[in-house]
C-alpha cells in the first residue's frame, strides 16, 4: 500500500497540529498502521499506532494524553492529533503500516513494511 504523510507545519509550543496520512488507490483495512518520528541528530521513534480492525491503539509514553491517532470509515485515512505540543516534538514525523506486525512489534520500525514520506513538524518555545 502507498502511503502519504500530510498536515505538518509551524505552531508554537502548546498549541495543536493533526496530521493525515492516506492510502491512496489502496484501503487500511487489516492493517496496523504507526506513526513514528525522527528529530535532527536521533534515530526513528516510535509514537503511536492504531490497528484498523479493533481500532485499538498504543502509545509512547512521551505523548500519551497529549496525543491521539484515529481512523476513518473510509478506510484510507489515519489521523495523528496533537495537543499540548512541545518544542521537544520537532521532528519529521512518518507513518507506517503492515498487515503482519504482532502486537509486542508495534514500537519497532522494522516491522513496518509500508512507510509515507514524512512532514515536518516544527514547535516552537
Known amino acids: 500500500v502507498q502511503l502519504q504523510a500530510s498536515g505538518g507545519g509551524l505552531v508554537q509550543a502548546g498549541g495543536s497540529l493533526r496530521l493525515s496520512c492516506t492510502a491512496p488507490g489502496g484501503t487500511f483495512r487489516n492493517y496496523v498502521v504507526g506513526w513514528f518520528r525522527q528529530a535532527p541528530g536521533k534515530g526513528r521513534e516510535f509514537v503511536a499506532a492504531i490497528r484498523w480492525n479493533s481500532r485499538h491503539t498504543y502509545y509512547d509514553e512521551s505523548v500519551k494524553g497529549r496525543f491521539t491517532t484515529s481512523r476513518d470509515d473510509n478506510e484510507k485515512s489515519v489521523y495523528l492529533q496533537m495537543n499540548s505540543l512541545k518544542p521537544e516534538d520537532t521532528a519529521v514525523y512518518y507513518c507506517?503500516?503492515?498487515?503482519?506486525?504482532?502486537?509486542?512489534?508495534?514500537?519497532?520500525?522494522?516491522?513496518?513494511?509500508?512507510w509515507g514520506q514524512g512532514t515536518q513538524v516544527t514547535v516552537s518555545s
Open positions: 507506517a503500516a503492515s498487515q503482519t506486525i504482532i502486537v509486542s512489534s508495534y514500537t519497532n520500525e522494522n516491522g513496518y513494511a509500508y
